[in-house]
């Protein structure tokens, strides 16, 4: 897949949003057609791996391990920085939301509306910078850039990393999302508790 | 039905019939290819559908700055430690 392929679908997307269709609200018997395109999407990345016959070895787990202690250890930093940035403690939570952005916006929606909505688009944003960035990438930086996606890298930006890392890059980063999800409503809880008065 | 437990199943069963029926690799990926062109699609309309690029100012602004900044952090910790245990290199 072309770079310039994933922006121009992407602008053609935000156009279709701006006229105000979303996309991703349309459904059937309560799924969305987002639902069904992603498992649609996991469903075929499963046979991808089921093919090649791959088995998830000890070189797996320990990048895994690494990239999801990076993809937290960064956005503490990068919260705490925001903090000082900002001048609001929330930046913590909303940067441990590591893309998942339904579940942080929600969660941070409860303390502060405001937040609440930049929790959703910062998370949103995250979730695009690794759909439009990962084909540029190039190397060993194939594997470091799975942090970016955060939560995501189970779902919706795993077919970009399989299309342009291929299917060990994308069993890292399946085991990364996967475990990072399992996580996030840990540490954002845990950030929440601490910055409250 | 828990949303991980979702996936994990559906990426399971396409494990697993992957296994036992041969599909060719060229159909798979591009199969893959179209509804990733799909997905982006959508989560474009999503965005744009959600006011973010409306909003503008402040917030725009201010989520800019965490996604971008948590972002650059994750990939320079991430790149360090993968040096630091000997994970990195030129593999693709």
């Known amino acids: ?197 | 039905m828990n949303y991980s437990v979702l996936i994990l199943m559906t990426l399971l069963l396409g494990y697993l019939l992957g296994r036992v029926v041969k599909v060719e690799k060229k159909i798979i990926e591009r199969s893959i290819m179209v509804t990733t062109l799909l997905l982006i699609l959508i989560i474009g309309s999503k965005f744009s559908a959600s006011g973010a690029i409306a909003e503008g100012g402040a917030i725009l602004r201010d989520s800019i700055i965490i996604s971008f900044i948590a972002s650059s952090f994750s990939v320079i910790v991430a790149i360090l430690l993968l040096r630091i245990f000997g994970l990195g290199g030129d593999r693709t």
């Open chain 1, 1 to 197: 897949m072309k770079y310039w392929q994933v922006i121009a679908v992407f602008l053609l997307g935000t156009c279709v949003g701006l006229l105000g269709i979303d996309l991703s609200s349309i459904g059937l018997k309560g799924y969305t057609l987002l639902d069904f395109v992603l498992m649609a999407l996991i469903f075929l990345i499963g046979l991808d791996l089921g093919r090649m016959r791959l088995k998830i070895g000890h070189r797996h787990l320990r990048v895994s391990v690494v990239l999801i202690a990076s993809t937290f250890i960064g956005s503490l930093i990068g919260g705490l920085l925001c903090y000082l940035l900002l001048k609001s403690p929330y930046a913590i939570p909303v940067a441990l939301g590591s893309g998942w952005y339904s579940y942080t916006a929600a969660r941070v929606f409860k303390i502060s509306v405001r937040w609440g909505a930049i929790a959703l688009i910062a998370n949103m944003l995250r979730e695009l910078l690794c759909m439009l960035l990962y084909p540029l990438t190039k190397g060993g930086l194939r594997e470091a850039f799975i942090s970016v996606g955060g939560a995501t890298t189970m779902d919706t930006t795993l077919p970009i990393i399989r299309l342009h890392a291929g299917e060990e890059t994308s069993l890292i980063a399946f085991i990364h999302g996967f475990i990072v999800t399992l996580l996030v409503p840990v540490l954002v809880e845990a950030a929440i508790e601490l910055i409250s008065p």
